[in-house]
């Protein structure tokens, strides 16, 4: 699938060094694990950009928000799945 991470209200892009912290205490990217920590296993539904001194706007958004093109990849890999079971005529 091909798809863009970029913040919804600013369009800043995560890099995979960009790091969070959960409330538990352990550091991540959040992107690696769809907003999941890898710790504690809390699934975070919001998540916060940057702070503004890295290009950031500092403000929470809903994760999934986050992935830009998602849509598109998901109809093309439902048109592939039901071309795959579609009968042989």
């Not at 001194?53 to 799945?81: I, T």
Request: net charge negative; hydrophobic share 30%; with cysteine.
């Amino acid at each position: 699938m091909d798809f863009k991470i970029e913040c919804p209200k600013c369009g800043w892009e995560p890099q995979p060094d960009d790091r969070w912290q959960c409330n538990c205490g352990h550091v991540w990217n959040t992107f690696e694990t769809t907003g999941r920590c890898p710790a504690c296993h809390k699934v975070w539904e919001h998540t916060r950009c940057h702070p503004i001194f890295v290009g950031g706007c500092e403000q929470w958004s809903p994760h999934l928000d986050w992935y830009k093109g998602l849509d598109e990849a998901l109809r093309l890999a439902m048109e592939e799945l039901m071309r795959e079971k579609a009968p042989n005529i």
